[in-house]
């Protein structure tokens, strides 16, 4: 009996949890969802997953590219929401807004690294592997995320 490639399912169903993680750690855990749904169903049905060979690096970057999507589209939303309303923002009590904006300011490279690094506990070779990028480009994107995250909170 030979063994196929794996189904659509077997492929979500082994990276999903680890893309849920991912996602929210970009964009919060109200999105998390939502964010890897919309990558998986739009990478799975293009043209180029059938000639995918490293599904996990390929998701990863997927989940990645949509909370980009998702990040300009909750900005602009708010920004029409703050314009209509005339008023400032307003940050629960338990949140500080110098570590939000701080944090907003990231690109969502340096997010998706510092959360993998961080948050996962995943080390360069295999954050640069999830993210099917070079390992110095992971490097680079830390360097900057800390040097802009302690700018940002030192001042």
Partial sequence: MSVGPPT??????????????FATGLVG?????????AAVIKVMWSKRWDDVTNYKAYLYQAVL???RMHHRSTMRRR???QRASGSDIVYPKEVRPEVLEAVGKLSPQQRAAVFLTYWEGLGVDEVA??????EGSV???LARARAKLRGALDA
């Fill in 29 to 37: 855990p109200s999105d998390a969802q939502d964010v890897v749904s």
């Fill in 139 to 141: 490097k680079r994107h």
């Fill in 129 to 134: 592997f999830r993210l099917g990028v070079r």
């Fill in 79 to 81: 920004a029409r929401e």
């Fill in 65 to 67: 590219n949509e909370s």
């Fill in 8 to 21: 659509n399912a077997e492929i979500y169903g082994k990276y999903a949890d680890d893309l849920v993680r």
